[in-house]
Each structure stands twice: as structure tokens, then as C-alpha cells.
């Protein structure tokens, strides 16, 4: 009766030792990459990328169709708001596959957004090798994507913001 129990025990801590642990709330990129883009904004402006050079940038890949990217549009508000103030650190939500004036409807019938609006009507930026949305990156001061995430996430949560402080002062 014991040998089973033990066996058993042992197979599960073998099993739970093989996980994997994540104790970071992004993933790092193993191999990272520069970010570019040049993308129009919500108001007809074009934004390159290297306007936004020196800034740390949370980029995050959404659509107006998706619960889940409209989810997170309050707590990336709120997460601009907070680490914005330094001037070294923006939100940037880019808009995959859709019209101008489907995404302007939409910003008009929810409430103000502060960060930049970016729109990628063609889904031109595969070099991001986005998967599924929202997919969110932390780009560093230097240009290069060192961080990536998908699904929902609370960015203003305590852990994101501390986080996100990390790096900034690393």
C-alpha cells in the first residue's frame, strides 16, 4: 500500500518540477530584436518609429471586435496615466485590420483613451509576429523588444506597474 503512494508522490513532484514556472508577468524575448514601424494615428498623423526612440513603450496589438483587447483598455489608460508623467514611458495600442472609421466609432462610444492610437489597416507589421490579440510587448529606451505577453492583463495591477518600473530604472 505504501509503494503506490510513494510512487505516486514521486511522479507528481517529478511532473511539477518539469513545469513551467513563470515568475516574470512577461515573457523575455530570447532574441531581441529592434521594433520599427510607421504607422498613422487616429488623427491622419504619421508616426515613425524612431520619433518614439528613448522612451520605453508598451505596445499592444488589438482590435475593437475583441472582448478580451477592450478589457484591458481601462487599466492601459490608467497604466499611461501613472508612468507617463516621466516622459520615458508611453502606451501604444496599434490596431490591427481594421478601417479608420470603424476604430473612430469605436473611440467615440467608449470613454477618453490617452494613449496613442496607432493604425495598422493592412496588417503590414508581421515582423512583430503577433499570434493572437491582444498581444503586448515592452519595448526598451534603446528600440529593442525585450518583452512580450498575449491575452488580457491588468496593467495597472501593482505587480505590472512595479514591473514596469524595473525595467525602466535597470
Not at 511539477?16 to 488623427?43: E, G, Q, T, W
Not at 508612468?83 to 466609432?105: C, P, Y
Not at 515582423?127 to 534603446?142: C, D, G, R, Y
Not at 505577453?149 to 501593482?158: A, R
Request: proline share 4%.
Amino acid at each position: 500500500m505504501k509503494k503506490p503512494y510513494i510512487f505516486f508522490v514521486l511522479t507528481f513532484l517529478t511532473l511539477l518540477s518539469c513545469s513551467d514556472h513563470k515568475s516574470s508577468l512577461m515573457n523575455k524575448v530570447d532574441n531581441v530584436k529592434p521594433a520599427d514601424f510607421s504607422l498613422y494615428d487616429i488623427n491622419g498623423n504619421l508616426i515613425n518609429f524612431q520619433q518614439l526612440k528613448g522612451s520605453y513603450l508598451l505596445v499592444n496589438f488589438w482590435a475593437t471586435w475583441c472582448k478580451p483587447c477592450v478589457n484591458e483598455i481601462p487599466s492601459l489608460n490608467n497604466l499611461h496615466k501613472k508612468l507617463s508623467i516621466n516622459n520615458n514611458f508611453q502606451v501604444i495600442a496599434i490596431n490591427i485590420g481594421q478601417d479608420k472609421t470603424v476604430v473612430e466609432k469605436f473611440l467615440n462610444d467608449v470613454p477618453k483613451i490617452d494613449f496613442m492610437i496607432l493604425l495598422d489597416e493592412n496588417m503590414d507589421l508581421t515582423e512583430w509576429s503577433v499570434q493572437a490579440i491582444p498581444t503586448t510587448f515592452l519595448v526598451n529606451n534603446k528600440g529593442q523588444v525585450v518583452y512580450s505577453v498575449e491575452g488580457e492583463k491588468q496593467w495597472d495591477s501593482p505587480e505590472f506597474i512595479s514591473f514596469i518600473n524595473s525595467e525602466i530604472k535597470k
